[in-house]
């Protein structure tokens, strides 16, 4: 069983270009979210999706777009990348419900020039 | 809003000794808490959590954390760690009934020395 994957792991970008990050989740949840995590600032949410076709902002949506057009899909797009986005982005997915965990991918390093 | 503080950032200690990681939260509603784990370039696994029912939970390989509603605590404990426990580790809350959305804590670091 695979769970949540996430491509590519490692990436490094010039600042104004775009890309876009993947995950894929094989266990037919329903929420999905996207995170930064930053040294000392623990994970921080950037979007979050409640389903297939729903999106929502989370605590530093800015610079960030994210896209559900498939339940077992959730994409997350920067337009133009800036230093400030250097980071590891983290998806994680659940069943619902805010007393179940968060099943985390292992994350993608991605470095802006 | 929810917060979540970890007072220590980083945690050294000897194999086989007792050690606590430190977390207080703030919610003016009720919550539901976590422990996570983070092993080097992994993503994060839960550890344990505290739903409802008594405040005393455990995990699988010895970890315990108690709920304290007094002092919005849920300190993490361990009486004797091995190499094997030196990651980092995450407390998080989420508000009951709402959307699943996780307030982390900035991270302790535990590295656990021979």
């Known amino acids: 069983n695979a769970g949540v994957t996430q491509t590519p792991k490692f990436r490094v970008l010039k600042t104004g270009q775009s890309m876009t990050l993947l995950c894929a989740q094989d266990?037919?949840?329903?929420?999905m979210y996207w995170y930064r995590q930053d040294p000392g600032m623990g994970l921080r949410l950037i979007h979050y999706s409640v389903g297939e076709g729903t999106t929502a902002k989370g605590e530093v949506p800015d610079g960030y777009n994210v896209s559900r057009l498939k339940k077992q899909n959730f994409l997350l797009g920067l337009e133009s990348a800036a230093p400030s986005q250097t980071s590891v982005y983290f998806c994680?997915?659940?069943?619902?419900?805010?007393?179940?965990?968060?099943?985390f991918g292992d994350g993608t390093r991605l470095s802006i020039l | 809003a929810q917060s979540v503080t970890q007072l220590d950032s980083q945690v050294p200690v000897f194999e086989e000794a007792p050690v606590e990681l430190r977390c207080n939260y703030s919610s003016s509603v009720s919550v539901y808490l976590f422990w996570y784990v983070q092993y080097p370039n992994q993503g994060l696994q839960l550890l344990l959590k505290?739903?409802?029912?008594?405040?005393l939970v455990e995990s699988i390989n010895g970890f315990e954390a108690e709920f304290n509603k007094s002092q919005t605590s849920f300190h993490l404990r361990k009486p004797s760690v091995h190499i094997s426990d030196t990651a980092e580790y995450f407390c998080a809350v989420s508000r009951s009934g709402g959307y699943n959305k996780l307030i982390f804590g900035a991270g302790t670091r535990l590295a656990v020395h021979p």
């Open positions: 505290y739903l409802s029912g008594s405040t």
């Open positions: 994680a997915s659940t069943s619902g419900g805010s007393n179940q965990p968060q099943h």
């Open positions: 266990m037919n949840h329903e929420y």
